[in-house]
């Protein structure tokens, strides 16, 4: 199986081949794509789409594995990996090629076995992952080839692939209530409902002696004093 890693972003871009045999891994290729600044938004774009495109007729991958912003505090960062998202997940459709994702910290636990890993760890881990005479660079090279090992490991041929309820920003179909998440909310808005929910009434008695109601006509009286 092939995976054509990537780390997008509209200033660079990284990519990484891996392939895997057995349980043994090895890489194809890797590298990075800079668009210039100066060029419009739409130029740069057709640049990266281009670019994907050569590099999926290059290799032929099976899957692409493209990392994915789960929280970003610069929202001018957030929408340029957004725009360059937009275009990689074009190109695999256009091509019939299925994608996995995850955000950095989810790469860096399965990769390093800590999801706060620093660059150098990532590169550090990659290369002896991939058998490289050094690490790889650059840091965004380093980055797509870690994404492209995470999803040579976690793939799981016929398994289904889908995005939990909460998870809108993900390309895959909602999986609904099948996380443990989505069940703790679902048992919950079922005992609110239960709670919420009338009793039903049983038979009424009378007792002697025992205060009932008062009547319209007593309770009007009672009111005239």
Request: aromatic residues 4%.
């Amino acid at each position: 199986m092939i995976v054509l890693g990537i780390d997008p972003g509209t200033a660079a871009l990284g990519y990484g081949v891996v392939e895997r045999r057995g349980a043994a891994l090895r890489e194809l290729g890797h590298g990075c794509l800079t668009t210039s600044p100066d060029e419009p938004l739409p130029i740069r774009l057709a640049a990266i789409h281009r670019f994907v495109v050569d590099l999926v007729e290059l290799h032929h991958p099976d899957l692409m594995a493209v990392e994915r912003v789960f929280f970003q505090r610069n929202a001018q960062t957030a929408l340029a990996v957004g725009h360059a998202r937009g275009v990689v997940l074009l190109a695999a459709a256009q091509h019939g090629i299925p994608v996995r994702e995850a955000t950095p910290n989810e790469v860096k636990q399965a990769v390093t076995g800590h999801g706060a890993a620093d660059k150098a760890q990532v590169q550090r881990m990659v290369q002896v992952v991939l058998g490289l005479a050094e690490p790889p660079m650059p840091d965004d090279a380093a980055d797509a080839l870690a994404i492209g090992i995470w999803a040579a490991h976690s793939e799981r041929p016929g398994e289904p692939h889908s995005a939990a309820v909460f998870d809108r920003a993900a390309v895959g179909p909602i999986d609904r209530a099948t996380s443990s998440f989505d069940r703790a909310v679902r048992d919950a808005l079922r005992l609110e409902r239960e709670a919420a929910r009338p009793r039903a009434a049983g038979p009424r008695t009378s007792v002697a002696g025992a205060a009932g109601p008062a009547s319209p006509r007593t309770a009007a009286g009672e009111a005239d004093r």
